[in-house]
């Protein structure tokens, strides 16, 4: 599966972005999806997952509220809808597959393939 992430840009605080995911493969509907993120000096961490189907979402408490997962596996692609962005919500953000839950990709080792990042920038 090859992942392809974008949608990243410079936002004010307050504002909004929607990243998108497109992979290829007609095994698409086989993993679940996930997003991470990475700040500069930092270690890459969990954001939010969505099960196979999406029936089943899990996110970090720092964007619970705020950011909302979804997938839509006809079109292979899941999406990242980011709202009330802070500037602690800048960094690098990537795509992921594997899992077999939305709750087990909360552990990169549940982690098959990983997409190129994007770059999210938000301003105060």
Partial sequence: VQLQASGGGLVQAGGSLRLS????????SSYAM???RQAP?????FVAA??????STY?????KG???????????????QMNS??????????CAAGGST??????MRAIDYWGQGTQVTVSS
């Fill in 59 to 63: 996110y970090a408490d720092s964007v």
């Fill in 85 to 94: 962005l802070k500037p602690e919500d800048t960094a690098v953000y990537y």
């Fill in 102 to 107: 939305a709750q087990a990709m909360g552990d």
């Fill in 21 to 28: 995911c497109a992979a290829s493969g007609r095994t698409f």
């Fill in 66 to 80: 705020r950011f909302t997962i979804s997938r839509d596996n006809a079109k292979n692609t899941v999406y990242l």
């Fill in 50 to 55: 969505i099960s196979r189907r999406g029936g």
């Fill in 41 to 45: 000096g930092k270690e890459r961490e």
């Fill in 34 to 36: 996930g997003w991470f």
